[in-house]
């Protein structure tokens, strides 16, 4: 019976933070520099409930939103998938993400693949 691993994605394989502090900016400001979530852009005031609630609705709206998200170690990944390929392991990407246009998380996972050697040759052969 092979081994059964489960990874959850969002903030453990993917970057999720990045790409939200860069979609707030973007929302609340008109601007695509990075920011700390909690805070607003030249101030130390942390983003208003209302903030974070325009930030999820843009994301609902964003098509594949979720795609966007650039892993934290690509290198590392590949080896994964090279040692999980190696032992026939069953590997599971754990997520719960909101819903948003675009594919559903099912399909997002289906697409993983192709999009991850689209986007960095180091995820997959």
Same mark, same amino acid.
């Given at each position: 019976?092979?081994?059964?691993?489960?990874?959850?994605?969002?903030?453990?394989?993917?970057?999720?933070?990045?790409?939200?502090?860069?979609?707030?900016?973007?929302?609340?400001?008109?601007?695509?520099?990075?920011?700390?979530?909690?805070?607003?852009?030249?101030? $130390?005031?942390?983003?208003?409930?209302? #903030?974070?609630?325009?930030?999820?609705? *843009?994301? =609902?709206? @964003?098509?594949? !939103?979720?795609? $966007?998200?650039?892993?934290?170690?690509? #290198?590392?990944?590949?080896?994964?998938? *090279?040692? =999980?390929? @190696?032992?026939? !392991?069953?590997?599971?990407?754990?997520?719960?993400?909101?819903?948003?246009?675009?594919?559903?998380?099912?399909?997002?996972? @289906?697409?993983?693949?192709?999009?991850?050697?689209?986007?960095?040759?180091?995820?997959?052969?």
């Amino acid at each position: 019976m092979p081994l059964r691993i489960g990874f959850d994605v969002d903030g453990v394989l993917a970057d999720f933070r990045s790409t939200f502090r860069a979609t707030a900016s973007r929302i609340i400001h008109g601007d695509p520099r990075d920011f700390d979530a909690m805070s607003s852009p030249g101030s $130390e005031a942390p983003l208003s409930q209302e #903030d974070i609630r325009r930030v999820w609705e *843009g994301i =609902a709206k @964003a098509p594949n !939103w979720w795609m $966007e998200i650039e892993p934290f170690e690509p #290198d590392q990944i590949a080896r994964l998938y *090279g040692l =999980a390929r @190696a032992a026939r !392991w069953e590997v599971f990407f754990l997520t719960k993400r909101p819903p948003s246009a675009g594919r559903s998380t099912p399909r997002c996972r @289906a697409a993983m693949s192709p999009c991850c050697r689209r986007r960095s040759r180091a995820w997959t052969p």
